[in-house]
Structure formats: C-alpha cells, structure tokens
C-alpha cells in the first residue's frame, strides 16, 4: 500500500515516496517519516510492505553492507538478513519489496531477487500508474504523485531524495 519511483540519471539518481502508513483498516500520513525512505550506512533504502521487515532492514543495515554493489553480494546480504530476521522473529521469508541505493548503483529486491536497474522502476501498490508516468518522462516525484491521484492506496506528502552520482 505505497509507492516508491526512482530515476537515474547521468549525474542523480532521484528517489520518491508516497506517506501512507496503514494500521488495520486505519491510515495515517507522515511528512517526513523514514517508514518508506531512509539513508542508513552510506545506503539509501525505499521499502514497500510490511512496516516491521522495513524496520528490521533498517536495524540490520546500521552495522551490515553488501560486500559490493553488485546482484550477488547483494543475494548473500539478503540471506544474512533473513537469517537475522529469523532469530528476532521466527519468520526466515522476505514480503516486503525494496529499492537500494549502494556505491552510486540501483538494485530492486523482490525476496532474493536482485536486478540492477539503469533507467527507472517503481514498486508498491502504485507501481503501474508510476512505471507510465516514469516511461513518458516525469520525474519520480510526478510519477508518485500521479499514482496517488490513481491509486485508493497511495497518498501525499510526497518524501524524496535526490543523490548525486
């Protein structure tokens, strides 16, 4: 129930969420809240999902990196923190999908799916409406505000975070 758009550019990389959080059936916005987007060791991360693996990521991440920026070092970095996860919780499966941002490279995670991306991508809820909107040349900020305006499960304020390469 999000969406998260990023763009890479020859000299940026631009990052962009929505703020909705959802508790049960109750939702709440947050200017500023990390629950979507954070910068932890040198790494920005873009999680859509559940709240409680994003904030366990978070957690790992202040003292573990992937050895490199590269699809493979980062598999072995999501298994450990599966392993890590499973400890705390009992639960060794990823749900959430992420977007990080390591060594000026992109990677989209899906379990232990990794795939570096070059262009643009979106995920979440919103991930369509904004993955159009990325393709005919908006900014991410544009793209996730058009997926609020089309989504039921996207809202504003807009985060985002723009990183020179």
């Not at 490199?68 to 639960?91: H, L, S, Y």
């Not at 544009?142 to 809202?155: D, G, T």
């Amino acid at each position: 129930m999000s969406v998260i758009a990023a763009k890479i550019e020859p000299t940026q990389i631009k990052l962009a969420s929505d703020s909705i959080l959802v508790r049960g059936w109750t939702q709440e916005k947050k200017t500023g809240a990390s629950a979507k987007l954070c910068f932890v060791n040198n790494m920005h991360i873009g999680a859509v999902g559940k709240c409680e693996e994003s904030s366990l990521l978070k957690l790992f991440c202040i003292t573990h990196r992937p050895e490199r920026a590269e699809e493979n070092a980062i598999v072995t970095f999501m298994a450990e923190f599966a392993d890590w996860k499973k400890q705390r919780t009992n639960e060794y499966t990823l749900e959430n999908v992420y977007i990080l941002v390591i060594d000026k490279k992109v990677f989209q995670i899906e379990s232990f799916f990794v795939a570096e991306i070059d262009t643009f991508t979106a995920i979440g809820a919103g991930q369509d409406f904004a993955l159009a909107a990325l393709y005919l040349g908006h900014s991410p900020k544009e793209a996730v505000q058009i997926a609020c305006e089309l989504s039921i499960v996207c809202e504003p304020p807009i985060q985002e975070y723009t990183i020179e390469r």
